[in-house]
């Protein structure tokens, strides 16, 4: 049972230093084709820093122009103090890059991808009301998408095609 315990956490360890890349990372994701079901990584290089990876593949979009598209979320963990950052990135037909939105936090993400809508739910957010839900119509892909808080209060997250964005 040791023997078995030792070799489990070796391989974790030879897995997460395996994933530096994070167009890696996605790929590998991608490659599992689990919709809703997040995996974990340990990208920290210092004993005493953290900085853990959270990626989600949530589906596949169509677009009006029969464009083919993959939704992944990317939740970060970082520094002593714990700092979150979320990114929606999407992926074209041939799993390369599109583009990505840059969300203020992770708990900021969508939780599912339903009929071509992205589902944000406020249940993690104190400051909003947590039983607003918004709906993303990806039908064409947004340059711009608002995650209501309370009200018409909310938040804009502009779409970033520029290809350095994935590193």
């Known amino acids: 049972m ?12 030879s897995c997460a230093r395996q994933f530096r890349d994070k167009e890696d990372i ?13 995996f974990k990584f340990n990208l920290s290089d210092k004993e005493d820093y953290l900085n853990e990876v959270d990626v989600a593949y949530l589906g596949e979009i169509k677009t009006k ?23 929606i990135l999407l992926y074209d037909n041939k799993k390369q890059f599109f583009g990505n939105y840059v969300l203020g936090a992770s708990n900021d ?22 039983s607003l839900v918004t709906k993303i119509d990806f039908s064409e892909i947004p340059k711009n998408i608002f995650i209501k808080c309370s009200g018409e ?10 290809s350095s964005a994935k590193k």
């Not at 996605?26 to 997040?38: A, R």
């Open 65 to 87: 122009a029969k464009k083919k598209y993959y939704i992944v979320t990317w939740g970060r963990v970082f520094g002593p103090n714990k700092h979150t950052t979320g990114s």
């Open 153 to 162: 209060l909310g938040d804009v997250y502009a779409l970033n095609l520029d």
């Open 26 to 38: 996605v790929l590998y994701v991608l490659s599992k084709n689990v919709v809703g079901k997040t």
């Open 109 to 130: 993400l969508p939780i599912k991808l339903d009929k071509n809508e992205l589902l944000f739910y406020n249940t993690t957010k104190n400051e909003c009301d947590q």
């Open 2 to 13: 040791n023997k078995l315990l030792i070799v489990s956490i070796l391989l974790c360890f």
